[in-house]
């Protein structure tokens, strides 16, 4: 699914399924060495060992690549530099107690953040095989116990593309307890949606050769929006545990889906040629849908658990799914949404303290 520039969708008790593997992490390690700073209910935080500030002319020894936030844990992906190369770090910071957790530590080889929800932080370990190859594990990590990790996939990519293009990644989502995530099936070959009970065997949700976009609500039901046959049209459907479909739209109104309560948003564009304004509610029951419009100058980003997430030019405005009330959010406009907080930094922050984020927990 493609990012949007400076902000990332991210949605979010983990039970070992009988058929996923042991993973021992690198060097896990527990320390109190994050920074957390408290005002009113916001936070600030920083891994203080990471300082992204730029020599001119100089790789920076570290970045802050990627972060994540749930109810209580800060999960961020940092990229350190040096003449023996380059080494990937996740971690995660326990929001009560300021413990870092070290969740993964490799030399050469990519980590991002899939998704992280109450005990779980999925993580993609990526190896760069050349010539738009990938090898891709899919990781569930508690993170409180790194030591428990778990591989759930392992995925050859072949023929992957840079800049706007959809490439099959995991894109995996999971509510604390289910994962969902794509299985990518090669060059020509299908695709396969995959849903993770805690206690059961894998479903397949959905097999498609095209791009798909789907999320995970609380309840473990599946939204899946994929193209027809012909490409004409893209049609949204919700998975629990039989297929049914909610509507379709033509290709050229086409967008990605967020998972609420009881209701499906459908977002109206995909954000590559212009960002999305719009996202169309759709109640799982069924029944009527109804739009949510963001306000003249803002743009949608996200969803929290239960508001559509805007950013206009004085700052954030949330949109409440189930009545429409609008309030507004923080006074920033970098931020990421996510189930349980916001993630937001000033323009100031960029050049004074670029390795900070603030949090507002919701």
Known sequence: MKRLGLVVLLLGACIAPSDASRTAP??????????LATAGGERSISFPDCDARTIPGALPACELLQV?????????????????????EARAIDLQSGET????????????IE????????????????????HVSLLRVPWRDPAQTETLDEIDLTGLRGGDTWNPWPYAKTNGRDVVWLHAGGLFDPHE????????????????????????DDS?????????ADRAKQELQLYDGRPRQLSSRGADAGGYVVSFADTVGWVRGF?????????????VSGGRSRTAQAETGCVVIGATARDVATVCPRGVRLIDVAHGAVRDGPAARIVLAFRRGLLWRTSADLTTSPEVWRVTPL
């Open 271 to 283: 954000g590559t040629v212009r960002p999305p304004t719009e996202i169309e509610l759709l109640p």
């Open 68 to 88: 994540a936030v749930d109810r209580d844990v800060f999960v961020g992906v940092l990229r350190r530099s040096s003449v023996a190369g380059i080494t990937y």
């Open 193 to 216: 949606i995959i849903l993770l009970g805690p206690n059961g065997p894998r479903q397949t949700v959905l097999t498609t050769d095209k791009p798909a976009y789907f999320d995970l």
């Open 26 to 35: 690198q060097r896990p390690s527990v320390s109190p060495s994050a920074q």
């Open 101 to 112: 957790h070290e969740l993964r530590q490799l030399e050469e080889t990519e980590l991002l």
């Open 220 to 228: 473990g039901r599946v939204a899946v929006a994929t193209f027809s």
């Open 115 to 134: 998704d992280a929800r109450d005990a779980v932080v999925l993580l993609r370990q990526t190896e760069d095989l050349g010539g738009g190859d990938a």
